[in-house]
């Protein structure tokens, strides 16, 4: 089977009510007043350390709508060496690097104290919460193989 090749054909019909809570989590994510910029260069450099082209897709589409730059989102890989990034979004990108490869970091205190420095204790949590669950819509898309729509570049169709 290539790696390209869909092992399901629609995850989101085989499981509509935890899919339904899914969509729920989302929403109240979209509404806790983290700045939706900011949400998605989380979702972004959460789905590049996951390898998720999916939701690379469909992120890097929403950051687009939000106003995000095409050299923000080039750059975001590197994020570390860029100056393009606020002191905010640093701590925020660090805090998802950190949770996203939680089995390896551990969560280190130098991460959480960049967090701490920059978000309320509430703002905290809503931020574990939104790399959480972007980390669970990248195993769902992952593990299943969920192909991102068909781009057109430059007179190259997408397979």
């Given at each position: 089977?290539?790696?390209?090749?869909?092992?399901?054909n629609n995850?989101?019909?085989?499981?509509?009510?935890?899919?339904?809570?899914?969509?729920?989590?989302?929403?109240?994510?979209?509404?806790?007043?983290?700045?939706?910029?900011?949400?998605?260069?989380?979702?972004?450099?959460?789905?590049?350390?996951?390898?998720?082209?999916?939701c690379?897709h469909?992120?890097?589409?929403?950051?687009?709508?939000?106003?995000?730059?095409?050299m923000?989102?080039?750059?975001?890989n590197?994020?570390?060496?860029?100056?393009?990034?606020?002191?905010?979004?640093?701590?925020?990108?660090?805090?998802?690097e950190?949770l996203?490869?939680?089995?390896?970091?551990g969560?280190?205190?130098g991460?959480?104290?960049?967090?701490?420095?920059?978000f309320?204790?509430?703002?905290?949590?809503?931020?574990?919460?939104?790399?959480?669950?972007?980390?669970?819509?990248?195993?769902?898309?992952?593990?299943?193989?969920?192909?991102?729509?068909?781009?057109?570049?430059?007179?190259?169709?997408?397979?």
């Amino acid at each position: 089977m290539s790696t390209h090749t869909p092992r399901l054909n629609n995850a989101f019909k085989l499981a509509p009510d935890t899919i339904k809570g899914m969509i729920a989590v989302e929403a109240a994510i979209q509404a806790s007043g983290l700045e939706p910029a900011l949400l998605e260069l989380v979702k972004m450099r959460a789905s590049q350390i996951n390898g998720c082209a999916f939701c690379l897709h469909m992120h890097a589409t929403d950051a687009r709508k939000h106003g995000e730059s095409e050299m923000r989102l080039y750059l975001l890989n590197a994020w570390r060496e860029s100056s393009l990034y606020s002191e905010r979004e640093r701590a925020a990108l660090a805090w998802t690097e950190a949770l996203t490869r939680v089995a390896d970091t551990g969560a280190p205190d130098g991460d959480y104290a960049l967090v701490k420095a920059n978000f309320t204790d509430v703002g905290q949590v809503q931020l574990t919460l939104a790399i959480g669950a972007i980390n669970l819509w990248n195993r769902l898309q992952v593990g299943f193989r969920a192909a991102h729509p068909p781009v057109v570049h430059a007179g190259v169709a997408a397979a």
